[in-house]
C-alpha cells in the first residue's frame, strides 16, 4: 500500500467507512451471540452496535458537508456539519441507553436461563478487538485532522468496548454464581454507562454550535505568539506610542477551523504598505502556529481605541 492509498485509508471519509463496515461485522457477531445465549445484556451489547452504525453513517454525510469549499451563502465555509454529528451521535446513544433499561426491565422480574455462553462471550471478545482497534486509529487521525465527527465516533467505541467488557464480565458472573437476575442488572449498568457518553456528546455539540472559544492550550498559542512579535518590533521612544500592542482578541471554533479576531495597535507615523506588511506577518506567525486558524486583524494607531460596545451586548 502506498503512502497516498494510506492518507486515503486514515483521513475522516475513509476511517468513517471502515467504522461501517466493522460496525456491521460487530452487529453480525453480537447478534449471534444473543441468540445464542439469549443473554439481555448481549442483547443491549448488539443495540449499541446498531447505533454505531447509524452514527458512522450520520457521520460520513456530515463530514462530507464540513470539507465542501465555502461559498456565498456560507462564506466561513461548512465546518459546523460535523457538530451535528456529534449531537446525532449523543441523540442516538440516549435512544439506545433508554431502549437498553426498557428490556432489562422486563428480565429482573422474569429472569431466564443463559445457554451457550462460552461461544457467545467469544464472539462479544472478538467484536470488542475489533471496536477498540478502530477506534485507537481514529482517535489519533482526529487529532490530526481536528475532527470532532471521529473524536465522537472514537468515543462511542471506546464506550462499546467498555459496554461489552461489562457484559462479559457479569454473564462470566451469572454462570458462576446462577444468579440470573445478574444478566439485567448488568444490562442496566451498560445502559446508564453509554447514557452518560450520550450526553456528553450532545453537550459538547451544543457548546460547538455556540461559538464556543478554542482551547485553553490553543489561545495560550496565539497569546504567546503576539506576544512574541510585540516585543521584536518594539521601538524605542520615551512613551508607548511606538509600540505595537495586540488586544480585544476573541476567538472561536468551527469544526477543523478556528478562528480569533484582535486589534493591532501601531505606530501613528507608519506607512500603510508598512502596516500591511506587519500585519500579513502576524497572520502568517499565527496560521504556522496554530494550523487550521483563520485571523481577522483590525489596524489602529497607538492612540485610538476601538469601542465596541454594542446594545445587544450589554442588555
Given amino acids: 500500500m502506498n503512502t497516498q492509498t494510506l492518507e486515503k485509508w486514515l483521513s475522516p471519509k475513509g476511517l468513517l467507512w471502515a467504522s461501517v463496515v466493522v460496525a456491521c461485522i460487530t452487529i453480525a457477531l453480537k447478534t449471534l451471540a444473543w441468540h445464542l445465549t439469549?443473554?439481555?445484556?448481549?442483547?443491549?451489547?448488539?443495540?449499541?452496535?446498531?447505533?454505531?452504525?447509524?452514527s458512522a453513517i450520520f457521520g460520513l454525510m456530515m463530514v462530507t458537508v464540513a470539507a465542501m469549499p465555502a461559498d456565498e451563502d456560507h462564506p466561513y465555509g461548512h465546518h459546523k456539519a460535523e457538530y451535528f454529528s456529534s449531537g446525532f451521535e449523543g441523540i442516538l446513544i440516549v435512544v439506545a441507553a433508554l431502549g437498553i433499561m426498557w428490556a432489562a426491565g422486563h428480565r429482573i422480574f422474569d429472569p431466564q436461563p443463559l445457554e451457550q455462553v462460552g461461544l457467545g462471550l467469544a464472539l462479544s471478545v472478538a467484536s470488542s478487538a475489533l471496536n477498540g482497534?478502530?477506534?485507537?486509529?481514529?482517535?489519533?487521525?482526529?487529532?490530526?485532522?481536528?475532527?470532532?465527527a471521529l473524536e465522537a465516533d472514537a468515543r462511542h467505541l471506546v464506550t462499546d468496548v467498555w459496554t461489552s467488557a461489562g457484559v462479559v464480565?457479569?454473564?462470566?458472573?451469572?454462570?458462576?454464581?446462577?444468579?440470573?437476575?445478574?444478566?439485567?442488572v448488568v444490562a442496566i449498568g451498560v445502559a446508564l454507562n453509554i447514557l452518560k457518553e450520550g450526553w456528553h456528546l450532545i453537550w459538547g455539540a451544543s457548546q460547538g454550535l455556540m461559538d464556543e472559544a478554542v482551547e485553553p492550550e490553543v489561545l495560550a498559542q496565539i497569546n504567546k505568539v503576539l506576544h512574541d512579535l510585540s516585543m521584536a518590533h518594539e521601538e524605542v521612544g520615551a512613551d508607548h506610542t511606538h509600540l505595537v500592542r495586540f488586544d480585544h482578541i476573541m476567538t472561536r471554533k468551527a469544526g477543523q477551523r478556528r478562528f480569533v479576531d484582535l486589534h493591532m495597535h501601531m505606530p501613528a507615523e507608519w506607512t500603510?504598505?508598512?502596516?500591511?506588511?506587519?500585519?500579513?506577518?502576524?497572520?502568517?506567525?499565527?496560521?504556522?502556529?496554530?494550523?487550521?486558524?483563520?485571523?481577522?486583524?483590525?489596524?489602529?494607531?497607538?492612540?485610538?481605541?476601538?469601542?465596541?460596545?454594542?446594545?445587544?451586548d450589554v442588555r
Wanted: aromatic share 6%; no cysteine; glycine share 6%.
Fill in 38 to 54: 439469549d443473554s439481555v445484556g448481549l442483547l443491549s451489547d448488539a443495540m449499541e452496535s446498531l447505533v454505531n452504525l447509524a
Fill in 133 to 148: 482497534l478502530l477506534a485507537w486509529v481514529m482517535f489519533r487521525a482526529a487529532k490530526t485532522h481536528r475532527s470532532i
Fill in 169 to 184: 464480565v457479569g454473564i462470566a458472573l451469572v454462570s458462576y454464581s446462577g444468579w440470573l437476575w445478574l444478566d439485567a
Fill in 272 to 312: 500603510l504598505g508598512h502596516a500591511a506588511m506587519f500585519r500579513a506577518n502576524v497572520e502568517q506567525s499565527l496560521m504556522k502556529a496554530v494550523p487550521g486558524l483563520r485571523a481577522t486583524i483590525q489596524l489602529l494607531p497607538n492612540d485610538v481605541e476601538a469601542h465596541l460596545d454594542d446594545p445587544l
